[in-house]
């Protein structure tokens, strides 16, 4: 385990501070020169060549190349070096586990996708989350001795700083990042699983450099995750983002939050199966009903099959949700201004036929001049956001503390 990452050859805040900076420039901005970075750090080029040289020795970067330059100088490059340190994301999602390993410079080098796992709020279901966890890392072999961080999405309300989870795994009086600490002897953090996918999208997906993004997870809840100027916005204590609690309706359904008449009542992939459901029993027709032995067993997924097959009456409720999720989104737009909307989440695996309802109910209730500002587009990620996510969280945690 490499517990002190950059403690190995220095004692400095100071200087610890300057070599985190130039992670973090290389991680945002990619390779560069000294010359560069100093410009962009604002330091002089001697003390960059310096610290340079220790990242290097310490194996952290490296040199890639020369580039020409107008003055006929050839400055090197210097950039991240893959193999120098690996991080490990866990995305927990409503019944699979998904894990994956990370190199340096954000490449995802192993990955396990669909790992069955029901979650529940016991103590086995945790230590069956541990054991999943354990197997993953005893794969990855020699590499396992490289992992500097780990991450795991839960979702609902977490706090990563204090490592609290008060929706999921809130059975203990320590801090459920501590306990795994101990368990998997790596460092680990949590975060909210629509913050680590909205992450995901910014630093590998569909945002291209816009800076303030919303991105919002229509999956079988409804959150959103902010990115302003380029970080992760968390609130007082982590719980920004509960879009889908929004108190929305007046109507008498009642949220598993314990209120009635949230916005994911009725704009989720929960009340979209509820209405197909309500449909069915009313008699109407829908190939699900050939698709799935048992009515009652109907899935998110089969529902979004279907759409895809062009079911008639899954196109019309989807279009129906699509609708009122945008009419909130025209006011989240109103209230951020930001530069880009993502819609991830499952229910984009549908998004031939959610994201036109979407659009025409923003064109129709958000502010004119503020709704031209905005691009409103699809995860491009897909299902891969969250996991991703988790290995960036895990990565930026390190050179942000
Ligand atoms: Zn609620």
Same mark, same amino acid.
């Given at each position: 385990?490499?517990?002190?990452?950059?403690?190995?050859?220095?004692?400095?805040? +100071?200087?610890?501070?300057?070599?985190?900076?130039?992670?973090?420039?290389?991680?945002?901005?990619?390779?560069?020169?000294?010359?560069?970075?100093?410009?962009?750090?604002?330091? &002089?080029?001697?003390?960059?060549?310096?610290?340079?040289?220790?990242?290097?020795?310490?194996?952290?970067?490296?040199?890639?190349?020369?580039?020409?330059? =107008?003055?006929?100088?050839?400055?090197?490059?210097?950039?991240? !070096?893959?193999?120098?340190?690996?991080?490990?994301?866990?995305?927990?999602?409503?019944?699979?586990?998904?894990?994956?390993?990370?190199?340096?410079?954000?490449?995802?080098?192993?990955?396990?996708?669909?790992?069955?796992?029901?979650?529940?709020?016991?103590?086995?279901?945790?230590?069956?989350?541990?054991?999943?966890?354990?197997?993953?890392?005893?794969?990855?072999?020699?590499?396992?001795? !490289?992992?500097?961080?780990?991450?795991?999405?839960?979702?609902?309300?977490?706090?990563?700083?204090?490592?609290? &989870?008060?929706?999921?795994?809130?059975?203990?009086?320590?801090?459920?990042? $501590?306990?795994?600490?101990?368990?998997?002897?790596?460092?680990?953090?949590?975060?909210?699983?629509?913050?680590?996918?909205?992450?995901? $999208?910014?630093? /590998?997906?569909?945002?291209?450099?816009?800076?303030?993004?919303?991105?919002?997870?229509?999956?079988?809840?409804?959150?959103?995750?902010?990115?302003? $100027?380029?970080?992760?916005?968390?609130?007082?204590?982590?719980?920004?983002?509960?879009?889908?609690?929004?108190?929305?309706?007046?109507?008498?359904?009642?949220?598993?939050?314990?209120? +009635?008449?949230?916005? $994911?009542?009725?704009?989720?992939?929960?009340?979209?199966?509820?209405?197909?459901?309500?449909?069915? =029993?009313?008699?109407?027709?829908?190939?699900?009903?050939?698709?799935?032995?048992?009515?009652?067993?109907?899935?998110?997924?089969?529902?979004?099959?279907?759409?895809?097959?062009?079911?008639?009456?899954?196109?019309?409720?989807?279009?129906?949700?699509?609708?009122?999720?945008? /009419?909130?989104? =025209?006011?989240?737009?109103?209230?951020?201004?930001?530069?880009?909307?993502?819609?991830?989440?499952?229910?984009?695996?549908?998004?031939?036929?959610?994201?036109?309802?979407?659009?025409?109910?923003?064109?129709?209730?958000?502010?004119?001049?503020?709704?031209?500002?905005?691009?409103?587009?699809?995860?491009?990620?897909?299902?891969?956001?969250?996991?991703?996510?988790?290995?960036?969280?895990?990565? &930026?945690?390190?050179?942000?503390?």
């Amino acid at each position: 385990m490499v517990k002190n990452f950059f403690l190995k050859s220095d004692k400095s805040p +100071k200087n610890i501070q300057i070599k985190k900076d130039i992670i973090t420039h290389f991680i945002t901005s990619g390779n560069d020169t000294i010359a560069e970075l100093a410009k962009e750090l604002d330091l &002089s080029v001697p003390t960059v060549t310096k610290f340079i040289a220790e990242l290097t020795d310490q194996g952290l970067i490296d040199e890639f190349g020369k580039i020409h330059t =107008a003055g006929g100088r050839h400055p090197s490059v210097y950039g991240l !070096k893959p193999s120098s340190a690996y991080f490990l994301g866990v995305d927990m999602t409503r019944h699979h586990l998904n894990i994956a390993l990370m190199d340096f410079t954000g490449n995802i080098v192993s990955n396990e996708m669909g790992i069955n796992y029901i979650y529940q709020n016991t103590t086995e279901s945790f230590d069956e989350l541990c054991d999943h966890i354990q197997n993953f890392i005893d794969k990855t072999g020699d590499l396992k001795q !490289k992992i500097v961080n780990i991450n795991l999405n839960i979702s609902g309300r977490v706090n990563p700083e204090s490592g609290y &989870s008060y929706s999921s795994f809130y059975f203990s009086e320590h801090p459920v990042s $501590e306990t795994l600490t101990n368990k998997l002897n790596y460092r680990v953090g949590i975060d909210n699983d629509t913050r680590a996918m909205a992450y995901g $999208e910014y630093m /590998k997906g569909v945002v291209d450099g816009e800076q303030n993004v919303i991105f919002v997870n229509v999956s079988w809840g409804l959150g959103i995750g902010i990115i302003i $100027e380029g970080k992760p916005y968390y609130g007082k204590s982590g719980f920004s983002g509960e879009f889908g609690h929004f108190p929305t309706f007046d109507n008498e359904i009642l949220c598993h939050c314990g209120k +009635k008449g949230c916005l $994911e009542t009725e704009a989720s992939g929960l009340a979209i199966h509820r209405m197909i459901l309500d449909r069915v =029993a009313k008699g109407e027709s829908t190939i699900l009903t050939e698709m799935v032995e048992n009515i009652n067993t109907l899935t998110l997924t089969d529902i979004i099959k279907a759409t895809n097959m062009e079911d008639p009456l899954c196109i019309e409720i989807m279009e129906e949700v699509g609708y009122k999720l945008g /009419k909130y989104i =025209a006011g989240l737009i109103n209230i951020f201004n930001p530069d880009l909307v993502v819609i991830g989440g499952q229910v984009a695996d549908a998004e031939g036929f959610i994201m036109l309802p979407i659009r025409s109910a923003i064109r129709k209730y958000s502010l004119n001049l503020v709704n031209k500002d905005t691009r409103v587009v699809a995860s491009k990620l897909k299902n891969k956001a969250g996991i991703i996510g988790a290995c960036m969280i895990a990565r &930026s945690r390190v050179f942000t503390e």
